[in-house]
């Protein structure tokens, strides 16, 4: 019992990138126990992957359409998920430099549709997949991750990473390298998986572009996300500085605690200039240092 309270309270203090490889990880042994569960009692498991990975036929995506979602934190084997996530904690923490973990889940969520989108049309446009198209499905976070890791790579592309056997190697080269091997696999055995990094690919590079302009394209579904999110939040009944609801003068020690909970929100804004610039502030928080400014 010991083991799973230090799990719950490790995801609970950690970032969005742990919580990220936690989801993963999570879904990858759920289904794997289902799995062994039915195949003990010579029952298909098939349907349990039918059910969450995206298939490649239009029809069957119309009556599936969670599985853009699902997909991207489903992986059937172990050496899948185990290469996924150490790419998603390398690159994740050198996002997390450029970043913030809001822009790292919103990337993640919109490499992943990326990804499907072009695996979709791809098997729907080119003769080559016809054959393939009624029974493929499209499983793991690669397409995800290789937003990431293009997003990274734009940002900062000359710094770099040190890879066993090779050396110190600059980010631009090993996005470079990816997208390249995606490229010459889209004929391969894997072809549904490459042509999703090629998505998952062109949405990172889309969001550095973007964000030079001054466009988040992160924005918007993470506006959804938080909106998602209060809805099943418990409401906090909201203290004005000048005094209570009822109408009465603050104590002094209604007042301390009220400043003291200011300071603790100032601190936290300012942890995070340190750690990530000024860029990664949000609207609110921008403004709350703003007005703290002005006591």
Do not use: C
Not at 79 to 93: D, S
Not at 100 to 121: C, E, R, S, T
Not at 196 to 222: C, E, M, P, Q
Not at 283 to 293: G, N, P, T, V, W
């Amino acid at each position: 019992m010991d083991f799973v309270e230090k799990i719950k309270q490790l995801y609970r203090q950690g970032d969005a990138l742990t919580r990220l490889i936690f989801l993963n990880v999570a879904v990858f042994v759920l289904v794997q126990i289902v799995l062994i569960s039915f195949r003990l009692f010579n029952v298909s498991a098939d349907s349990i992957l039918t059910w969450l990975a995206v298939p490649a036929d239009l029809y069957g995506l119309l009556n599936r359409p969670w599985t853009i979602l699902s997909y991207m934190f489903l992986h059937e084997k172990f050496f899948h998920i185990l290469f996924n996530m150490f790419a998603l904690y390398w690159f994740g923490k050198l996002f997390q430099m450029y970043f913030n973990d809001k822009q790292l889940v919103a990337l993640y969520l919109l490499g992943g549709f990326g990804g499907a989108l072009f695996y979709v049309l791809a098997y729907n446009i080119f003769p080559l997949f016809a054959p393939n198209v009624a029974f493929s499905l499209l499983l793991g976070a690669s397409g995800s991750i290789m937003a990431i890791i293009l997003a990274v790579a734009f940002r900062a592309p000359d710094m770099e990473m040190r890879l066993m056997f090779l050396g110190a190697i600059k980010l631009k080269y090993i996005a470079l390298f990816v997208v390249l091997a995606s490229f010459f696999g889209i004929t391969s055995e894997n072809a549904g998986g490459e042509i999703a990094h090629l998505g998952g690919a062109l949405v990172g590079y889309i969001f550095v572009v973007s964000l030079r302009s001054g466009k988040d394209i992160t924005r918007g579904l993470n506006r959804f996300i938080d909106w998602m999110l209060g809805m099943f939040k418990p409401r906090k009944m909201k203290i004005k500085k000048g005094g209570a609801q009822t109408g009465r003068k603050m104590t002094d020690a209604e007042y301390n605690v009220n400043k003291a909970r200011r300071m603790e929100e100032i601190d936290r804004i300012l942890d995070k200039i340190k750690t990530s610039g000024y860029e990664s502030l949000t609207a609110e928080e921008k403004k709350r240092l703003f007005d703290q400014s002005k006591n």
